[in-house]
């Protein structure tokens, strides 16, 4: 449940704290006090689009946080890898008013797409417009699945569709006039032979370009070698680094028995003669195995070139080629076999619409059921809200297999004794639907694993059998702005929305109230804002639990 909502400068809010109870907790006010504003922050903090105009003028932004506890563990808060402690977790959110946002859940940072998921799963938002949701016919098979709790047939339906769908597409790419099969097949044909023409190799280009830069700049290479040899060797005339290491080391042996540090000296320069002199032999094998043709490197030259432009048709590798080249062989295969291979994939076709049809029996029957369960709850919970004549029924249409299903759901009503019924969004008045709306909230509300359910102001064209919050506030908690003050009087918690001037500016604060403020906000709601000891008296039954006479009268 929602236990506290934090909000900074927030529209005319400049700073609030909400804590809210278990159970029914109203908001009530004037009109344009701001009851929308505290609604729009819950809406930024779980995750839902916001705009910059909601920044409060001349702050640089705004804040709201919300504190949750007895949170189950939600497939949502494992995919961002977050825990939450003993049932508790905050969600935060900054709006600033470049656009960008901050948001985090339990003290990581998140984006709003996954602060919306997991809002979402924690506190849902119903508008007092939220009854034209039945209007449209699209939603009802979602409302009956929801109660239904199909989950588990609508996965093993989705599971055979989706093979189904998958096979119609390769059917599908098979299907092709004699005329563009010609065409593609020639095509095929050509880069086909272009490329086995080539004999790619794979690691053929790396080792042409380094055979390339060698030949190109043979005479530099030559010349590095020429000239480390004679610095080495002396060339015919002998000297050089070796011989002068065999010399100097021969020196230094006369005295390497004497003195340690001599040996240790004369050591180092027999090592030094032994890598020069394996440098100078590596270097002479070079320079005898380097055979420099002027018409290799013109082969070289045209292959990389040959390479270059067949990379630019089929791919940034020779291996990325040598793929394409496998991928066309397959696809003319198919094309120069596509008959057989229709053949084939029509039975799989077929067998696999039986399966589909098969698993959306299933389905169907399995909503049936639920369709009657939720036609004698909503029938009701109609009588409940004063509408004991209204007929409610659902009904089912065979429709093409697509992702969903094969069944057409549509809600259906009579709202007079003796009329036939008909689909929803053709005899629904406002009243109506909001009062089926609500009904049908209700009766979802009890498998819905959300724990906070917001109501703001779904008493409009509803009579005041709207109390039927306050039963689903039995289950989850209830959070409900109204105007209506048999609906107040019945909430556990009540909170009063109040707008001033302070300084020149206007404020909103949202106050808690007792029984005296209770009993005050309920008559106001009755009669205005002339409150009279009639009207108190009036509402002295309504606070909960019930004010004593002599205490009204006292007051009064």
């Not at 609604?39 to 689009?49: P, S």
């Not at 099969?181 to 794979?202: H, N, P, T, Y």
């Not at 917001?454 to 908690?477: M, N, P």
């Given at each position: ?12 809010i400049?700073e609030?704290?909400i804590t809210f109870?278990?159970g ?12 929308s ?9 779980l995750?839902?689009?916001?705009s910059r105009?909601?920044?409060?003028t001349g702050?640089?932004k705004s ?8 949170v189950?563990a ?10 939450t ?8 959110r ?11 859940v339990g003290g ?11 809002g ?9 417009h ?18 239904g709790?199909?989950d588990?047939e ?10 189904m769908e998958?096979t119609?597409k390769k059917?599908?790419?098979l299907?092709?006039?004699e005329a563009?099969?010609e065409?593609?097949m ?9 490329l086995?023409r080539a ?10 370009l380094q055979?390339?830069?060698?030949l ?5 290479f ?8 004679w ?13 002068e ?20 000296l004369?050591?180092?320069l ?6 020069a002199y ?21 082969e ?11 990379k ?15 991928q066309?062989?397959e696809?003319?295969?198919q094309?120069a076999?596509a008959?057989?291979t229709?053949?084939?994939?029509e039975?799989?076709l077929?067998?696999e619409?039986?399966q ?6 299933v ?15 909503i029938?009701e919970?109609?009588?409940q ?7 409610f ?11 969903s299903?094969i069944d057409?759901?549509?809600?259906l009503?009579?709202a007079?004794?003796?009329e ?14 909001a009062?089926i ?10 498998n819905?694993?959300?724990g ?5 102001e779904?008493d ?7 109390a039927k919050?306050?039963q ?5 908690q209830?959070l ?8 107040a ?14 300084g020149?500016?206007t404020?909103t604060r ?13 008559a106001r709601l ?6 009279t ?7 002295r039954?309504?606070c909960?639990?019930?004010l ?5 009268e006292?007051i009064?």
């Amino acid at each position: 449940m929602l236990q506290l909502l934090h909000i900074e400068n927030i529209a005319v809010i400049e700073e609030a704290d909400i804590t809210f109870d278990e159970g029914f907790n109203a908001l009530t006010g004037e009109t344009g006090a701001g009851k929308s504003i505290v609604i729009d922050a819950m809406g930024a903090v779980l995750g839902q689009r916001t705009s910059r105009d909601l920044i409060r003028t001349g702050a640089a932004k705004s804040f709201v946080s919300a504190v949750f506890t007895g949170v189950p563990a939600l497939p949502a808060l494992e995919e961002c890898g977050i825990q939450t402690e003993d049932g508790e977790l905050l969600l935060q959110r900054e709006i600033y008013a470049d656009g960008k946002n901050a948001c985090r859940v339990g003290g990581r940072p998140v984006t709003v797409a996954q602060l919306r998921k997991i809002g979402g799963a924690l506190l849902n938002i119903h508008g007092q417009h939220d009854g034209q949701q039945l209007l449209d016919e699209e939603q009802h098979g979602a409302y009956l699945d929801s109660f239904g709790q199909v989950d588990r047939e609508l996965g093993g339906y989705a599971a055979c569709y989706e093979a189904m769908e998958g096979t119609r597409k390769k059917l599908k790419s098979l299907q092709m006039d004699e005329a563009e099969k010609e065409r593609r097949m020639d095509s095929l044909k050509f880069q086909i032979d272009e490329l086995e023409r080539a004999q790619l190799k794979v690691g053929e280009e790396e080792a042409l370009l380094q055979r390339r830069n060698l030949l190109r700049n043979s005479e530099k290479f030559m010349s590095a070698i020429q000239g480390a040899v004679w610095s080495l060797t002396g060339g015919d005339e002998g000297g050089g680094a070796v011989s002068e290491l065999r010399e100097a080391a021969g020196a230094m042996a006369g005295a390497k028995g004497l003195d340690e540090q001599f040996a240790k000296l004369h050591e180092r320069l027999e090592s030094l003669h032994s890598e020069a002199y394996d440098v100078a032999e590596t270097l002479r094998d070079l320079e005898d195995a380097f055979d420099f043709s002027p018409q290799e490197l013109d082969e070289l030259e045209g292959r990389a070139d040959q390479l270059y432009r067949l990379k630019k048709k089929y791919g940034p590798t020779v291996e990325d080629m040598l793929e394409y080249l496998e991928q066309r062989k397959e696809e003319l295969d198919q094309i120069a076999f596509a008959s057989d291979t229709a053949a084939r994939l029509e039975k799989q076709l077929e067998k696999e619409r039986k399966q589909v049809m098969k698993a959306a029996g299933v389905l169907s029957q399995a909503r049936k059921e639920a369709a009657k369960r939720l036609e004698e709850r909503i029938q009701e919970e109609l009588r409940q809200l004063d509408m004991p004549k209204v007929r409610f029924a659902i009904c089912f249409e065979e429709k093409e297999p697509d992702a969903s299903g094969i069944d057409l759901v549509r809600f259906l009503m009579s709202a007079n004794v003796g009329e036939e019924l008909r689909p929803i969004n053709k005899v629904a008045s406002g009243g109506e639907l909001a009062r089926i709306m609500l009904a049908l909230k209700n009766v979802l509300a009890e498998n819905e694993l959300i724990g906070t359910l917001v109501f703001d102001e779904v008493d409009t064209g509803v009579s005041g059998r709207a109390a039927k919050l306050a039963q689903v506030s039995r289950r989850k908690q209830v959070l409900c702005v109204t105007h209506l003050p048999q609906l107040a009087a019945m909430a556990d918690t009540h909170f009063s929305v109040e707008k001033g001037e302070s300084g020149g500016r206007t404020y909103t604060r949202v106050l808690r109230l007792d029984r005296e403020r209770r009993k005050q906000e309920l008559a106001r709601l009755t009669g205005g804002e002339r409150i009279t000891a009639a009207l108190l008296a009036e509402n002295r039954e309504r606070c909960v639990p019930p004010l004593p006479v002599a205490e009204v009268e006292k007051i009064a």
